[in-house]
């Protein structure tokens, strides 16, 4: 898909999420997490062909702008979605599937100085809330939630909605889970 085609889905895609959103025009001049993408592909495209500076000064400037942090050599898939965005951070090595909305205060971060893939990967249709906190290289998996000001340290499956400090599975494929049983289940594993 090309740079204007990926912009124009990005802004129908607000307008249809969004119900303040009145109109496309809008979207366009008044969305920062819009503005804070196309800092994003404009800085991701010469951070692909290795003008790493460039990259990065693009990425800054669209963090002056909008208070929304993109490193430009994060992978960020159709359809992302940052509703109002001041202080969302997506890390380097992140990964972002379809269909994801991030709020603001948002953080996908790394726990270290480690070399190579530090940042998790967010699978499709994935939400997560308001200061959430998503550090290390794992994967969050389709259709989960991560609730408002969850930190997250380890793997979450699909069709999970997490929630707490440290964030914890509460809800899985619709059924509430209780977190002892979770808790009983890995000290099984950990043991076998």
């Known amino acids: 898909m090309g740079f204007f085609a990926s912009i124009i889905e990005d802004a129908k895609n607000i307008q249809k999420k969004d119900p303040a959103a009145k109109n496309l025009f809008e979207v ?27 990259a990065r000064l693009i990425s800054q400037i669209g963090r002056f702008f909008t208070g929304i942090e993109i490193h430009p050599g994060a992978k ?44 998790p990967t967010i699978g499709n249709n994935v939400v997560i809330g308001a200061g959430a906190k ?3 290289s794992f994967k969050v998996g389709d259709n989960s939630k991560i ?3 969850a930190v997250v340290l380890k793997e979450v499956s699909p069709n999970s909605t997490v929630v707490g400090i440290p964030g914890q599975i509460v809800k899985k494929d619709g059924i509430r889970v209780k977190i002892d049983d979770i808790i009983s289940e890995e000290k099984v594993r950990s043991r076998v």
């Open 134 to 136: 998503i550090l290390g």
């Open 147 to 149: 609730g408002a000001g």
């Open 28 to 54: 366009f001049l008044c969305y920062p997490g819009l503005h804070a993408l196309i800092f994003y592909r404009v800085s991701h495209f010469f951070y692909n062909h290795r003008w790493y500076v460039t």
């Open 76 to 119: 960020i898939g159709r359809r992302l979605f940052i509703d109002h965005g001041m202080g969302v951070v997506i890390g380097e090595t992140a990964e972002i599937g379809d269909d994801v909305t991030i709020y603001h205060g948002a953080t996908l971060g790394g726990t270290g100085h480690e070399n190579g893939k530090r940042h």
